[in-house]
């Protein structure tokens, strides 16, 4: 058996913790710029407020119903999510963390009866240790435990599937576009055809199924009939790239802003490469305009650099990414958009070095090693380099940001008696 344990509604859920006026009342939270809709409470739900709906559309709704609406406050969900895994892993010894808001735990040695008791008590720590409530959903398949974990939410916070009449019942309800694995597309091709429930899926042709949905979608339905075709990945591969982009606050044609918001998306690359312990040997930078401007003239452009030594180094990843950036940047647009890709990815302690001498590296490292200390114990980007700058003029448009609670001295909660 798997288990499936989501967060609900994440985001919303990690700012209620530190803010309780907004318990509740209808809460939501915004993408990147303050754009869109990307987290939303029940009552934000009941309002009629979509997913990804842009944020400018629905302005009076939420002025009139007094939505809290708060920027994306990704340091905090980041620790938050660290918190609810590590209760989890308290009672759990084999789990997969799926994403920032949903971990697969493997329940094999429980027995049926005790399953229940067992998902109530995850829960129930979860909530009394971190403040997040969360849904738990349990099946012999993953595919079928994200089924329960959608169940769980709508109902009592723990659902388990188990075969029955009742369970086709459920399958028969379940629009095929929401089962795990089967993308948009392949949603409108099965409906086509007229698979569009989960139970129709379950008892579709495996020969039609292989020829059209390839080898992925005959194991999408062999899950749907409790046939598990993925195990729990308990250690992670490494990732194959690492991206930092971001659109600016403000649309800009200054170099010296670019190339900052340039050197800073370097550095978050670089702290998450040195965290990985991973060394990367390529560096993609590219630039874009305001695709929705045609009016203010239209100029994409990326380069690729190949590092000579693999490196993780943030000086020396900062120096390719500007190298680059100034083979692309164009005079006379507005930009709207920069990124930096670091991909050829290879662990820290398999580096090809260099025939022309290693020194500059090994300093480097050393230097990594004493700039990540500092910042560990003073806060992020104390320590930083001149490039970054900072007066932050790209910055993000953040305008609802809560405090950094648990990442941040300053930002704690203070409480007067
Ligand atoms: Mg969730």
């Not at 967060?7 to 915004?30: D, G, I, M, Q, T």
């Not at 308290?90 to 963390?97: G, N, P, Q, R, Y």
């Amino acid at each position: 058996m798997f288990a499936l344990v989501d967060c609900n509604n994440f985001y919303v859920s990690c700012e209620r913790v530190f803010n309780p006026a907004c318990r509740n009342k209808p809460v939501v939270v915004l993408s990147n710029n303050d754009g869109c809709i990307i987290s939303r409470s029940e009552e934000a739900k009941k309002l009629g407020i979509k997913m990804a709906e842009p944020a400018f559309k629905i302005k009076e709704l939420i002025e009139k119903n007094k939505v809290a609406v708060f920027s994306s406050n990704y340091a905090l969900y980041g620790n938050m999510s660290e918190r609810v895994m590590n209760t989890i892993a308290t009672l759990v010894k084999d789990m997969e963390i799926y994403s920032i808001d949903e971990v697969f735990l493997d329940m094999k040695g429980y027995a049926n009866e005790s399953l229940s008791d067992f998902a109530y008590r995850i829960r129930n720590r979860v909530f009394q240790w971190t403040g997040v409530p969360v849904s738990v959903g349990i099946g012999s398949t993953k595919t079928l435990a994200k089924i329960a974990a959608k169940i769980a939410k709508k109902n009592t916070g723990v659902f388990i599937f188990t075969e029955s009449e009742k369970s086709d019942e459920i399958l028969n309800k379940y629009p095929v576009e929401d089962i795990w694995g089967v993308g948009r597309q392949y949603a409108h091709f099965l409906k086509k055809f007229g698979y569009d429930t989960a139970l129709k899926l379950k008892n579709s042709d495996d020969a039609f199924m292989k020829k059209y949905m390839k080898i992925v979608g005959l194991r999408t339905v062999y899950e749907l009939r409790g046939i598990p075709c993925y195990k729990l990945q308990t250690h992670v591969p490494m990732k194959e790239n690492i991206c930092t982009a971001r659109s600016f606050g403000k649309m800009t044609e200054d170099f010296e802003t670019i190339a900052e918001a340039t050197a800073n998306y370097t550095a978050t690359c670089a702290r998450k490469l040195r965290k990985m312990k991973a060394c990367a040997s390529l560096i993609t930078i590219f630039l874009q305009t305001n695709y929705f401007r045609e009016d203010l003239g239209q100029y994409n452009n990326a380069k690729v650099l190949h590092i000579p030594v693999a490196t993780n180094a943030t000086n020396e990843l900062i120096f390719y990414a500007l190298s680059g950036l100034r083979l692309i940047y164009k005079k006379g647009y507005l930009y709207k958009k920069a990124g930096v890709i670091v991909s050829g990815i290879s662990s820290e302690n398999e580096q090809q070095l260099s025939l022309m001498g290693n020194e500059a590296h090994k300093t480097n490292e050393k230097l990594m090693k004493v700039f990540d200390a500092i910042n560990e114990k003073m806060g992020k980007d104390k320590l930083r380099f001149a490039a970054q700058g900072f007066d932050r003029k790209w910055k993000l448009r953040q305008e609802k940001l809560s405090p950094n609670y648990t990442t941040k001295w300053e930002d704690i909660l203070k409480i007067s008696l």
